[in-house]
């Protein structure tokens, strides 16, 4: 909903900051930079799961087009700030993240804050359903935010060679696609159904779940590949079960 109520908004402040962030750390002479985007990068009809050589190979989601292409500018900014100046810098593409301190907001939050809100709320008030928006078919996966904190830090010390290795190539001079990016997420993905389902089960609501079919459901499907990440010895350890336990924990501390 935020994505697609304020796109102006979106694709100007990403922009601003990542052209400040990146330019900033080349001229300063940062020698490993970590550059984050998002799934939304991939094409909206990508074959599934996304690896990361479908980058730049379709056309994106609508409602998140926006903020979409912001991140795809900072990934060609990382690969042409390598070319030109030889600097280190590696873009990383998160699936969808939740886990302590996230944004609850109904309407501008992602999906696992607004669904713990909303069953919290109903519980609280007694309502006998809660309205859960889209058809409940789509498929998404989900990656605690603290693994992906050690997933940043894995990709940050990884040994020169690894490291080296995911930083892509020149294909003005090798004729080779190999952009300087990075998956991380769990390579497992939930419908929105069994996920409302889940997190009812961790709030305790005892009502009834009542799917909106005339809110967007978005991208059907976006589960990443992330056999590169885990190649190089790096996978996650929380699952969603208790993954929502330890968040639902800390949205009733607020």
Known sequence: MANNTYPADFIRDNLAIQNSVIHSAWKHGVKRLLFLGSSCIYPKHAPQPMHEHHFL????????????LAKIAGV???????????????????????GPGDNYHLQNSHVIPALIRKF?????????????????????????????ADACIFLLNLPEEKFNSLLGSDESATGVFDPPLVNIGIGVDISIQELAELVKKVVGYQGAIEFDSSKPDGTMRKLMDVSKLNSLGWTYSIELDDGLEKTYSEFLTK
């Open 76 to 98: 060609e900014m990382c690969w042409s700030y390598n070319r030109q100046y030889g600097t280190r810098f590696l873009a990383a593409m998160p699936t969808n993240l939740y």
């Open 57 to 68: 190979t379709g056309s994106l989601e609508a409602t998140n087009r926006a903020y979409a």
């Open 120 to 148: 919290h709320e109903a519980k609280q008030a007694g309502h006998a359903a809660v309205s859960v928006w889209g058809t409940g078919t789509p498929r998404r996966e989900f990656l605690y935010s603290e693994d992906m």
